[in-house]
């Protein structure tokens, strides 16, 4: 059986200067200034959800750069539709639909993703694991390891495992019936289970 | 079922996404089958290891890259269609007068001019002197003819223009009173 390292304890969280949004009222105060043209209420706004929408996109397209350029178009499809969001139950489920949305017409215009065995090699035979920081191995290894994934079985296990989202929500979110999601995450998990083995097991 | 075929259920087992009555089918079957177990623990092991990796968020530099992004875009949407058509336009402006100058650093300086008289051409055109007779007046006294009489010389002058190829030579042949 391959031996993952130990476990780390989480890192501490960089801190954000933000106020937070507690309650549905301080969001649409928030919201009804930004609509009004108030950029810094705006601007208070990307800070609170910039983290969801960025990471996102990140785990989605795999490249930073290509993580920002979605971002961007989607905090300005955002400003566009203030007025919509305002009456949305849930600001998240908007910006992470609106997100998978613009990361599938990104995708349209970069090449496809990795075959596992291509992964594989990939991720051995690139780096000497050893010279890489625990970071950047770590970090390395999660873009492989989604990378194996087909669209569809990445979307919903960055947001089901990575994000946190309910399958329900998943559901929503992917326009999918519960039942596809959680087909899609029982057939993700387990290529990535065996990523992770197989990875480790060429190290070692 | 054998234990590839339960993979998947472990799969969906391990983070509660079984309804209950497959959850306790599941339940018992690991409770009896160690490969499984073994599978659930690698299972189990890997997945936390990618939450980890994701808790590591990029720099807070990009975030702040996609605000001024967004803001910047939003704030030039601001500027009043005017301004902004002069801004396009002193651009446009300040392009094209880059280009000109571009252009004229490149452009050759007008060929060199030079004046010379190769001596056989000069002598073939070289025209004899014309004699001047100083005619009198009618009713002046008989002027005194100088035992000289003036000579007034016409000298023929080549321009030769030397162009920037070699190969062409401009040969100008000019009529010049002397001065």
Same mark, same amino acid.
């Given at each position: 059986?391959?031996?993952?390292?130990?476990?780390?304890?989480? =890192?501490?969280? =960089?801190?954000?200067?933000? !106020?937070?949004?507690?309650?549905?009222?301080?969001?649409?105060? !928030?919201?009804?200034?930004?609509?009004?043209?108030?950029?810094?209420?705006?601007?208070?706004?990307?800070?609170?959800?910039?983290?969801? $929408?960025?990471?996102?996109?990140?785990?989605?397209?795999?490249?930073?750069?290509?993580?920002?350029?979605?971002?961007? @178009?989607?905090?300005?499809?955002?400003?566009?539709?203030?007025?919509? $969001?305002?009456?949305?139950?849930?600001?998240?489920?908007?910006?992470?639909?609106?997100?998978?949305?613009?990361?599938?017409?990104?995708?349209?215009?970069?090449?496809? =993703?990795?075959?596992?065995?291509?992964?594989?090699?990939?991720?051995?035979?690139?780096?000497?694991?050893?010279?890489?920081?625990?970071?950047?191995?770590? &970090?390395? $290894?999660? @873009?492989?390891?989604?990378?194996?994934?087909?669209?569809? @079985?990445?979307?919903?296990?960055?947001?089901?495992?990575?994000?946190?989202?309910?399958? &329900? @929500? $998943?559901?929503?979110?992917?326009?999918?019936?519960?039942?596809?999601?959680?087909?899609?995450?029982?057939?993700?998990?387990?290529? !990535?289970?065996?990523?992770?083995?197989?990875?480790?097991?060429?190290?070692? | +079922?054998?234990?590839?075929?339960?993979?998947?259920?472990?799969?969906?087992?391990?983070?509660?996404?079984?309804?209950?009555?497959?959850?306790?089918?599941?339940?018992?079957?690991?409770?009896?089958?160690?490969?499984?177990?073994?599978?659930?623990?690698?299972?189990?092991?890997?997945? /936390?290891?990618?939450?980890?990796?994701?808790?590591?968020?990029?720099?807070? #530099?990009?975030?702040?890259?996609? %605000?001024?992004?967004?803001?910047?875009?939003?704030?030039?949407?601001?500027?009043?269609?005017?301004?902004?058509?002069?801004?396009?336009?002193?651009?446009?402006?300040?392009?094209?007068?880059?280009?000109?100058?571009?252009? %004229?650093?490149?452009?050759?300086?007008?060929?060199?001019?030079?004046?010379?008289?190769?001596?056989?051409?000069?002598? #073939?055109?070289?025209?004899?002197?014309?004699?001047?007779?100083? +005619?009198?007046?009618?009713?002046?006294?008989?002027?005194?003819?100088?035992? /000289?009489?003036?000579?007034?010389?016409?000298?023929?002058? +080549?321009?030769?223009?030397?162009?920037?190829?070699?190969?062409?030579?401009?040969?100008?042949?000019?009529?010049?009173?002397?001065?």
């Amino acid at each position: 059986m391959a031996v993952l390292p130990d476990r780390k304890e989480p =890192s501490a969280l =960089s801190l954000a200067i933000v !106020v937070p949004l507690d309650g549905p009222e301080d969001r649409c105060s !928030v919201i009804d200034a930004a609509k009004a043209g108030d950029l810094l209420a705006f601007e208070q706004l990307m800070r609170q959800y910039e983290r969801l $929408v960025l990471v996102t996109a990140l785990r989605l397209l795999g490249s930073l750069e290509d993580a920002q350029d979605v971002s961007q @178009e989607v905090f300005l499809k955002l400003y566009r539709n203030l007025g919509k $969001v305002q009456g949305a139950a849930s600001l998240s489920g908007w910006l992470y639909r609106v997100t998978v949305n613009a990361c599938h017409d990104s995708r349209r215009r970069r090449p496809a =993703s990795v075959s596992m065995e291509d992964a594989g090699d990939l991720a051995t035979a690139a780096a000497d694991p050893q010279q890489l920081s625990a970071a950047g191995e770590r &970090s390395r $290894v999660l @873009e492989m390891s989604l990378r194996i994934l087909s669209q569809k @079985e990445r979307e919903a296990l960055v947001l089901r495992d990575l994000e946190g989202l309910s399958t &329900s @929500e $998943v559901a929503r979110v992917l326009g999918s019936s519960e039942a596809t999601v959680r087909s899609q995450i029982s057939k993700a998990r387990v290529k !990535v289970k065996g990523f992770v083995e197989r990875y480790f097991r060429r190290r070692v | +079922m054998n234990c590839s075929e339960w993979e998947e259920r472990l799969a969906l087992y391990w983070a509660g996404d079984l309804d209950a009555e497959e959850a306790v089918r599941t339940q018992r079957h690991l409770a009896e089958c160690p490969g499984c177990q073994v599978f659930l623990s690698g299972l189990k092991s890997g997945l /936390h290891w990618l939450q980890e990796a994701h808790s590591e968020e990029p720099s807070p #530099a990009h975030f702040a890259a996609v %605000r001024a992004r967004v803001l910047g875009e939003l704030r030039a949407e601001r500027q009043p269609f005017w301004r902004r058509k002069l801004l396009y336009g002193l651009a446009a402006a300040a392009l094209l007068l880059a280009w000109t100058a571009g252009l %004229r650093l490149q452009t050759p300086g007008p060929p060199a001019v030079a004046l010379s008289r190769p001596p056989v051409v000069a002598q #073939a055109l070289a025209a004899p002197p014309v004699r001047e007779s100083v +005619m009198p007046a009618p009713g002046a006294d008989r002027p005194v003819l100088s035992r /000289h009489p003036r000579l007034v010389k016409t000298e023929p002058v +080549m321009v030769r223009v030397v162009t920037d190829n070699p190969d062409v030579v401009i040969y100008w042949i000019a009529d010049k009173k002397g001065e």
